[in-house]
């Protein structure tokens, strides 16, 4: 059974940084595409960030030159830094295997206070 637990949300002014974690269990990450999504209030869903098996990051224009994502392939676990947070960020942040039908982690609240 494959399974993604994401942490590491929280409540940060503007200007501060986090860093989620989505631990993933029942699959090597390393071999798969990745997706760091989030579901803002009274927006629709967004992908954030995408992570390739080949080592490739892409980035929605909005969090371009802020947003970091890594993997560390010993823990098994894909990591989004954010750094220099709007408001606009807040909202739960997903991680996801597999596309749309793929695997969902519960998602981590980050709030972003002005």
């Known amino acids: 059974q494959v399974l993604l637990v994401e942490s590491g949300g929280d409540l940060v002014p503007a200007g501060g940084s986090l860093r989620l974690s989505c631990a993933a269990s029942g699959i090597r990450l390393s071999i798969n595409d990745m997706g760091w999504h989030r579901q803002a209030p009274g927006k629709k869903f967004e992908l954030v960030a995408t992570?390739?098996?080949?080592?490739?990051?892409k980035y929605v224009d909005s969090v371009k030159g802020r947003f970091i994502v890594s993997m560390d392939n010993v823990k098994n676990t894909l990591y989004l830094q954010m750094n220099s947070q709007k408001p606009e960020d807040t909202g739960r942040y997903y991680c996801n295997v597999g596309g749309p039908m793929g695997t969902w982690g519960q998602g981590t609240q980050v709030t972003v206070s002005s």
């Open positions: 992570f390739t098996s080949g080592g490739s990051a």
